[in-house]
């Protein structure tokens, strides 16, 4: 079993969805939960950082980390042409380690 | 946010040469950086950490041979590819990180080496 586990899609959505992306992993000690987007031949930006458990809402965008499922998730909200990208998950076990472990990333498609 | 730099952002070569990726931190010190592939469809594969002044630390798996790494500066790390293979042909990342400890991670815009 891999360490961290991601559909790859690809996901088409409509202009306006609300987009739902997930990751599961299997490593209890990561404790440290990220999401990235990719363009197309770029290099990846930071969407969202969290910590533990819980929800963190950033504009149109939210993270969920349930870590008693191991499981996290990113909803986007008013999905916009501009959010087709490759999204992909990052997690590590401790706050100054940014050796990450990523997931495959879920390229999405929002058609206007 | 920090500006992290690639050269260069697409490459050809011919197979047993070698290539020179370099990534660069614009406006900001970073004193560890990190090497990345990404093949196509896949995650990014973390390959090494590079600190400045030592030498880098090399990920399971990966051939520190064949990929060199100096981190000469605290702003310049390079990754060359020693004798390339049609195998070797990937998608190359790199970041960097601000400050020590919990500093942010940038990342660069990526290589995307071809041999042939």
């Known amino acids: 079993q891999k360490e961290v586990e991601q559909d790859p899609g690809p996901l088409s959505v409509p202009e306006g969805a609300i987009v739902s992306l997930n990751c599961t992993y299997s490593?209890?000690?990561?404790?440290?939960f990220m999401w990235y987007r990719q363009y197309s031949r770029k290099g990846p930006e930071l969407l969202m950082y969290?910590?533990?458990?819980g929800n963190k809402e950033d504009g149109r965008f939210t993270a969920q980390v349930d870590k008693s499922s191991k499981y996290i998730s990113l909803f986007i909200r008013d999905s916009q042409p501009s959010d087709s990208a490759t999204y992909l998950c990052a997690m590590t076990a401790s706050a100054g380690s940014y050796q990450l472990t990523f997931g495959k990333g879920t390229k999405l498609s929002v058609i206007p | 946010g920090a500006v992290v730099s690639q050269h260069p952002s697409w490459v050809i070569c011919k197979s047993g040469t070698s290539v020179k990726i370099e990534c660069r931190s614009l406006?900001?010190?970073?004193?560890?950086m990190f090497w990345y592939r990404q093949f196509p469809k896949q995650s990014l594969m973390l390959m090494a950490t590079?600190?400045?002044?030592?030498?880098?630390t090399y990920e399971q798996g990966v051939e520190k041979d064949k990929f060199l790494i100096n981190h000469a500066s605290l702003t310049l790390s390079t990754l060359t590819v020693t004798s390339a293979h049609p195998e070797d042909s990937s998608f190359y990342i790199c970041s960097a990180q601000t400050g020590w400890g919990t500093g942010e991670l940038f990342f660069g815009e990526g290589s995307r080496l071809t041999v042939l």
């Open positions: 406006d900001f010190q970073a004193t560890t």
């Open positions: 490593n209890s000690a990561f404790q440290y």
């Open positions: 590079s600190n400045e002044g030592s030498k880098a």
């Open positions: 969290t910590y533990s458990s």
